[in-house]
């Protein structure tokens, strides 16, 4: 079979919900499963955001977007419950949505805790476990969180990151423990610093900050959220059906060489 034709239906019939999917990692990994075939579900926090963002997608199809805070386990709940009515149930979940912080430890209040923790570590469990229902339900699925080389490496003012990310990928590896019974595998990309439009924004404020985290990568870039995509698409395709609980690093050498 022709390459690109293998790409265009390595994800056939497959319905995938991506949460932030309105920009950086989670636009383009959703942009890839639509081009795969995939029938895509973007979620997010603004619906105008996500529709804009399904108008830059190399596809005609039309993907639904419905509008979700995973700060908030309502409406976690209100999504996915608003997915299944209308699409039934997901065979792929892709969790991107993020927050950070990066301040000392000792001026981190429980404002800032909370803020990075609801989103990093408590959305993604109440995420996970929203669609994992219908998805045991169907016996199979596979989720795909978003760690990141903070999981397993530390800096300065990144304790409550660190924590956050670590906590993701123990999450990812007691989940699919748990759920592989039920045919549902957990898996998560740990992506190093990634050129979004959030970063580079910070960075163009910070040259020093990006010295020091190329710095820390061994083949000496930042990635692009493109060097994500491959990662997320063997975890949701079906080569990768005999694998969970797994961190799959993505990020030049960042982990091995620290």
């Known amino acids: 079979m022709d390459p690109q034709e293998v790409e265009r ?16 990692i989670g636009h383009a990994v959703a942009a890839a499963m639509a081009r795969a075939g995939a029938r895509v579900v973007l979620a997010g926090r603004s619906v105008d955001r996500l529709r804009k963002a399904h108008s830059e997608f190399e596809v005609s199809d039309d993907l639904d977007a419905v ?10 709940a209100a999504a996915s419950a608003e997915i299944e009515k ?7 979940l892709f969790n991107s949505a993020g927050y950070s912080i990066n301040k000392p430890a000792l001026d981190v209040t429980v404002a800032d805790w909370d803020a990075v923790h609801d989103v990093q570590l408590r959305g993604t469990f109440f995420s996970c476990q929203a669609f ?11 989720i ?46 740990g992506p190093t610093a ?3 439009p959030a970063i580079e924004a910070r960075l163009a404020s910070d040259p020093a900050r990006e010295e020091y985290l190329r710095s820390r990568i061994p083949m000496g870039r930042l990635a692009t959220v493109d060097d994500m995509v491959g990662a997320a698409m063997f975890l949701a395709g079906p080569a990768s059906d005999f694998i969970t609980g ?13």
Request: charged fraction near 15%; glycine fraction near 12%; hydrophobic fraction near 45%.
């Open 194 to 196: 990634t050129v979004t």
């Open 144 to 189: 795909i969180n978003v760690s990141s080389t903070w999981a397993a490496t530390v800096a300065p003012g990144r304790s409550v990151y660190c924590i956050a990310k670590a906590g993701v990928s123990q999450l990812t590896a007691a989940l699919g423990t748990e759920w592989a019974p039920l045919g549902i595998r957990v898996n998560a990309i």
């Open 86 to 92: 209308r699409h039934g149930a997901p065979t792929i």
């Open 67 to 76: 509008q979700i805070d995973v700060a908030q386990p309502d409406s976690i």
């Open 132 to 142: 994992a229902r219908s998805m045991a339900a169907a016996g199979y699925g596979k």
């Open 9 to 24: 239906t390595a994800l056939a019939d497959k319905l995938a919900v991506v949460i932030g999917a309105s920009e950086g």
């Open 246 to 258: 797994q961190t799959l690093f993505v990020d030049g050498g960042w982990v091995g060489s620290k």
